[in-house]
């Protein structure tokens, strides 16, 4: 059987004259904004779909909500019962399983600050976790001092060539280096 897809020939461009030069750094705009412009539409789209859905959602959603707190009203009072005197945490039905999870400790900080400092006071300092990493601004502003050190490299003088189409229909002028 014969595959329908068919494959993109690969286009070569030659820029030989200014002229040529100015004329493809004009397509590249005018391609980047049509890609920009489909990329729009489909978000709108997308949106579109998003809102549509969240409003058939929102009233199913609400009837589960409903459903829940009616199924843990009852497991909460005949608990004992479900559980056998507390030796189970879940109860297993045809159709489906509730239960209860015991959640793992965790630790919620307010105003950190203020909780380091008396960590600090108190000798609980284990509790003080400090990171320690390059500091490559300060390298950059010493860069004879740092160099030849093992792993660190300073790059300098690295060049970059980028095309900038401008926001107009029209043509551009090329600027002489």
């Known amino acids: 059987m014969a595959s329908n897809r068919l494959k993109t020939a690969a286009q070569k461009f030659n820029c030989a004259t200014q002229d040529d030069c100015i004329a493809m750094i004009k397509q590249i705009g005018d ?5 920009v412009r489909m990329t729009a539409d489909a978000d709108d ?12 959602i929102e009233p199913i959603s609400g009837e589960i909500a409903a459903r829940q707190d009616a199924v843990q009203s009852y497991a ?10 507390g030796k189970s ?10 239960g209860w999870r015991q959640r793992p400790p965790s630790v919620s900080v307010r105003a950190a600050d203020v909780v380091v400092e008396t960590l600090k006071k108190l000798g609980l300092a284990r509790f003080i976790r400090s990171k320690e ?13 740092a160099r030849g050190i ?5 790059n300098t ?6 095309i900038q189409p401008s926001d107009s229909t029209g043509t551009m002028e090329a600027k002489a280096a």
């Open 45 to 56: 789209k997308i949106n579109e779909i998003k809102q549509n859905l969240g409003h058939g």
């Open 76 to 85: 909460e009072s005949n608990r004992d019962k479900l559980t056998n005197g």
């Open 31 to 35: 391609l980047e904004r049509q890609k």
């Open 157 to 162: 003088g690295v060049e970059d060539f980028y």
């Open 150 to 154: 093992a792993g660190l490299t300073i």
């Open 89 to 98: 945490k879940s109860v297993e039905y045809t159709t489906g399983i509730m």
């Open 133 to 145: 990493e390059i500091n490559k601004e300060a390298i950059l502003q010493e860069p004879e001092a």
